[in-house]
Structures are given as structure tokens and as C-alpha cells.
């Protein structure tokens, strides 16, 4: 009996999980292993999305074990590992695993005598994950950052999706970060790239072709947003190679839409949504019974990833689109008051990019008290503290600006006349205040 137990574009994060309950290695038969895979051949024959490709790659995986090409192994668990290899280069969600026949039989038991969890329990998991959502900040320059690990099923995570789309609405630009999702849902794919949309639900996002049903499966934005809409607020996401599946379809229709800036890595390259299939021989696979196909392009990501518009190394997309958002911002109609808050964030970013260092001789001339404030040189550093309380160190901006690392609500600006110390200390704030500060030592 062959059974299907997931569906939907998942991931690794979402996919029914099961584990072996043998620790060692299973030894199987030849003919065990020849019986598994032609099994496992008949799922992709009769459930992959292409009816074409769906023959072609099952007889390609029939010759090979004819040829002798799984001979060498004598384990269910190698075997798994080998034809997921071979499989993901014909579809990237192709994936097999071995769990042994007995939890294949729980699995094929009557719902009825299954051990079934509360409501209450259901979404325990993805609860204590935050439904995905691993950090919602505001970053300097006052951008909006969602950090999102995975796309859960909005049924359950709505509530948390909306208010990390509610705790960043005050936000001049967004940046959503999925470097380290794996897939999901696409109803929360559809939940997210919505908001950033016109209300109305005018817009086809994505359109789902399967062998399942006569006509394609349509995902059009939602007519209204629980959360508003943010039609023109700049958007940028971020990726890396490891971003997969409903990873990857978030910021692919986003671009097609031509609605985000995407920066980092190409994707993994995974397009096809499908499902989890049961063999009685112990053995799963993972089939894509569905194909994403963007109105827009007409295609998917499948093989290819999705392409960021600006290219760099995973490890510095925050910066990179943080340094966009800033000169975005700067060159639109803003007031003064934002735009001192653009630049000091555009100014520490590049600090910390490029730090200035300064001799012990060259911070010297700093030191000293100015009114109730005072600075000191310890190890290397310039320390300020303000009425005897602890100190703090400060980072060198060049051209005698400092600032608490970090931190950009203020600027302490030194003045100097000559050779020798610092005559005054300006504290500017980011309210645009100056607070003067003559040296009294």
C-alpha cells in the first residue's frame, strides 16, 4: 500500500517527520533493495506533476538498479541517501528516507486507532518556534526587520504574522530576512507579499498546475489585509543558497511583481509543492505532485534559484540592503529630522564596515571633563561617563565624532582650535538639540 501523508510547498521545517527506530544501520537483501526501489519508481511514475517526466525518470531509476547501479549496498539507510542524490537532480524536493516498516504501519492505520493529539497541542511546535518569526526589530535608521525562518500554515500563526507586520508599520523601509528559511506554506506566502500589495486582491500572485485537478489552482492576494496594506513602502528580502521551496517563492513572485529588492545568494532552487509518500517497505519520498508557475514569468525557480537583484555573500546581505534603504531614503522628500536619523544610521554602518582606530596619543586629547560630562583613555579606548555613573566606550567616527557603540541616538563632536586638547564637546542629539559643553579641566 502506497500512502501520501503530506502535502503543500514544504520544507524540512514542515514535512511529517519520522525517525528510525532502529539507531544502527538497517541491512537489507538484494532483493529487499530492488523491491524498494521499484516501489519507490512507481510512486514517482504514478504521483510526479509531469506524466512525461514522471515515466521518464521512473524507467531512468529502473534501468540504473537493472544496471547494477545500487548493488554495492546492503543498508536501507544508504540506500535512502543515494537515490535522494540521484533523484534531486531531476527535481530539488525530491527526497527519500528510511523509517522501517513498522511506523509505515502506524501511519497506514485506521485514523480512528492512531494515538491523536489535542487541538490544543496541535501547533505546539511551530508554536515555540514563533510560528518562524525569530526577530522583529526596528534597525537604526528606523527600517522595519522580520527575520523569518519558516512560512507556517496562517491558520494558526495569523495572529503572530499580523503583529510583526503591526510592530513594524511605523517603518520608513522593510527588510524581511529569510537567509535561513527552508519553505513552508504558501497561504503565508500569500499572507506577506499581500500586505506589501494594493488592497482589492486585483493580483494574481502565483498559479499551482497539478496532475490532481483539470484546471490550474490560482492564489490571488487577499481582497483586504488584517494588517493594512504598505503598497509603496520600499521593500528589500534577503537570501542566501540555503533558502528554500516556499523560501524561495516569497521573494521570487515579490520580484516578478516587481515589488522587492532581493540581495544576497541565489537560492537552492526548489518550485514544485508535493507531498510524502509511504512504501510498506519502510521507505518515503518526498514527490512534487505540483508546479508553481508564476503569471508574470510563466515558470518557477525549479533548478535555477531565484536571482537577487544585488549579488554578495549571504554573510553581508543586512549591510548591503541596509545601505541601500539609507541612500533610497535620503534621496526621497524627507524632513530634516528623518533625514539626520538617515544619515548617522548610514554613518555608523559604514564605521563598523570600516573602522576608525585612533592612537591612545590622538584620544588624549580628547580626555577630560566638560561640564557634568567626563572622558577618559583606558586600554585603548575613549570611556564617557556622566555624573560619576559607570562608563561607556565610545567609537571613533573620524573628523572628532564619536559615538556610544552601536547606538545612534547621539554624537559626541569635539571641537579643537590647535595642536593641543579638545577646547569644547557638542553634544548633538537626534532631535536635532545641541547641548554645549566647554571644557572645565
Known amino acids: 500500500m502506497i500512502k501520501q501523508i503530506t502535502t503543500g510547498l514544504v520544507s524540512g521545517a514542515l514535512v511529517f517527520a519520522f525517525s528510525s527506530t532502529a539507531s544502527a544501520q538497517t541491512s537489507i537483501s538484494d532483493a529487499q533493495r ?68 513498522e511506523a509505515v504501519a502506524a501511519a497506514n492505520a485506521p485514523r480512528e486507532s492512531r494515538p ?12 515555540r518556534q514563533n510560528f518562524g518569526f525569530a526577530s522583529v526589530e ?31 508599520a511605523g517603518t520608513d ?59 509603496d513602502i520600499p521593500l528589500y528580502v534577503l537570501t542566501s543558497a540555503r533558502t528554500g521551496s516556499a523560501g524561495e517563492a516569497f521573494p521570487y513572485h515579490l520580484k516578478a511583481l516587481e515589488r522587492a529588492t532581493l540581495i544576497g545568494e541565489s537560492t537552492y532552487g526548489a518550485g514544485n509543492p508535493g507531498g510524502t ?3 510498506e517497505a519502510g521507505f518515503t519520498i518526498f514527490v512534487s505532485t505540483g508546479s508553481a508557475q508564476n503569471p508574470i514569468t510563466g515558470t518557477n525557480w525549479e533548478g535555477t534559484g531565484v536571482q537577487p537583484h544585488i549579488e554578495t555573500a549571504a554573510g553581508d ?30 554613518e555608523g554602518l559604514n564605521a563598523n564596515a570600516e573602522p576608525v582606530s585612533l592612537s591612545e596619543t590622538a584620544l588624549a586629547r580628547y580626555a577630560g571633563t566638560y561640564g557634568i560630562r567626563r572622558f577618559s583613555v ?16 565610545l567609537q571613533s567616527l573620524g573628523d572628532h565624532r564619536f559615538r556610544l557603540e552601536d547606538d545612534d541616538d547621539a554624537r559626541f563632536i569635539f571641537v579643537i582650535g590647535g595642536s593641543g586638547p579638545a577646547d569644547r564637546m557638542d553634544l548633538h542629539l537626534a532631535d536635532g538639540r545641541v547641548i554645549g559643553n566647554v571644557r572645565t579641566d
Open 317 to 346: 546581505a543586512l549591510d548591503t540592503a541596509l545601505a541601500n534603504a539609507y541612500a533610497t531614503l535620503l534621496e526621497s522628500g524627507i524632513d530634516d529630522g528623518a533625514r539626520l536619523t538617515l544619515e548617522w544610521a548610514l
Open 34 to 101: 530492488d523491491a524498494a526501489v521499484s516501489a519507490l519508481a512507481q510512486v514517482i511514475e504514478d504521483e510526479f506533476f509531469d506524466a512525461e517526466r514522471a515515466a521518464q525518470i521512473a524507467e531512468g531509476l529502473r534501468s540504473a538498479s537493472a544496471d547494477g547501479a545500487f548493488d554495492v549496498i546492503d543498508e536501507a539507510e544508504t540506500l535512502a541517501s543515494a537515490l535522494t542524490a540521484r533523484l534531486s537532480e531531476e527535481d530539488r524536493h525530491f527526497g527519500v528516507n528510511y523509517i522501517g516498516p
Open 173 to 231: 523601509a522593510v527588510i524581511f530576512d529569510v537567509r535561513q528559511n527552508g519553505g513552508g506554506a504558501p497561504s503565508m506566502v500569500q499572507y506577506l507579499v499581500s500586505h506589501f500589495l494594493q488592497p482589492g486582491g486585483q493580483t494574481l500572485i502565483n498559479t499551482f498546475v497539478s496532475r490532481d485537478y483539470a484546471y490550474p489552482n490560482q492564489m490571488w492576494s487577499l481582497p483586504s489585509h488584517p494588517a493594512g496594506n504598505r503598497p
Open 378 to 393: 583606558e586600554d585603548g579606548q575613549l570611556i564617557y561617563s556622566r555624573d560619576g555613573r559607570p562608563g561607556a566606550a
Open 277 to 279: 509518500f509511504l512504501t
Open 138 to 168: 526596528i534597525l537604526p535608521g528606523n527600517i522595519g526587520y522580520i527575520d523569518l525562518r519558516q512560512f507556517a500554515p496562517i491558520q494558526p500563526a495569523e495572529s503572530t504574522a499580523r503583529a510583526a507586520l503591526e510592530f513594524i
Open 116 to 127: 491523536r493529539p489535542s487541538d490544543g497541542d496541535r501547533w505546539a511546535g511551530l508554536r
